[in-house]
């Protein structure tokens, strides 16, 4: 069984550039949610996709938005890139109705 | 709202035990525990639910006192392979998949 994959593993920007992280489920796993996690911190939860919509969102401005397609697979979009975005983007699924989140290997974005 | 840990860094000879604390000034719905190695993603440990009991992983257990608004994550008998960087999650408005993390807790477990 599959667990939590993202793509890109790295990727390097510039500021002012826009760019999309992908994120696919578990197998039977209907919600995902996205975190950042700044170097040394824990991680910031971004907001939360389920049946398509986005069911809850953290504190982080409208350049960060996601989508949710049938499949259930995600992806997050940041727009206008700014230094202070380098970090690990982790995708987290889980189960229909139950608390437990399952983390994927992330996404490191650096930006220039 | 991010709920506190502590200590922050722990270094402990293997066979030792130790425990991690997470305090939260909000009440709490949950507590959820998770231990990430260095660039690699956070692996879940164990979720405890307000009015639950308390919770064990092998040698890894953990509490949940939710009038004090907080959990405590027990490691007995220290392995090379718990360390690592120990996270609490937190979610107070209940059930909402809605984490939010302490900064951690850093367990070094040496031979």
């Known amino acids: 069984d599959a667990g939590v994959t993202q793509s890109p593993t790295h990727l390097i920007k510039t500021r002012g550039q826009q760019v999309t992280l992908r994120c696919s489920p578990k197998?039977?796993?209907?919600?995902v949610s996205w975190y950042q996690q700044a170097l040394g911190q824990g991680p910031q939860f971004i907001f939360q996709?389920?049946?398509?919509?986005?069911?809850q969102r953290g504190n982080f401005p409208d350049r960060f938005s996601g989508h949710q397609f049938p499949n259930y697979s995600s992806e997050l979009n940041v727009n206008a890139l700014l230094l202070g975005d380098s970090a690990l983007y982790l995708c987290?699924?889980?189960?229909?109705?139950?608390?437990?989140?399952?983390f994927g290997p992330g996404t490191r974005l650096t930006v220039l | 709202q991010q709920p506190v840990q502590s200590p922050q860094a722990v270094i402990l000879r293997e066979g030792e035990d130790a425990v991690i604390n997470c305090s939260s000034s909000?009440?709490?719905?949950?507590v959820h525990w998770y231990r990430q190695k260095h660039g690699e993603a956070p692996v879940f440990l164990m979720i405890?639910?307000?009015?639950?009991e308390q919770k064990g992983h092998e040698k890894i257990s953990a509490s949940f006192n939710e009038k004090k608004q907080q959990s405590s994550l027990y490691l007995t008998a220290s392995q090379l392979s718990y360390s690592g960087t120990y996270f609490c999650?937190?979610?107070?408005?209940?059930?909402?998949?809605?984490?939010?993390f302490g900064q951690g807790t850093t367990l070094q477990v040496k031979p």
């Open positions: 987290a699924s889980s189960l229909p109705g139950t608390d437990t989140q399952y």
């Open positions: 197998s039977g796993h209907d919600t």
């Open positions: 996709y389920y049946e398509e919509e986005e069911r």
């Open positions: 909000k009440a709490l719905y949950s």
């Open positions: 405890l639910l307000k009015g639950g």
């Open positions: 999650g937190t979610d107070p408005s209940g059930n909402t998949g809605k984490l939010i």
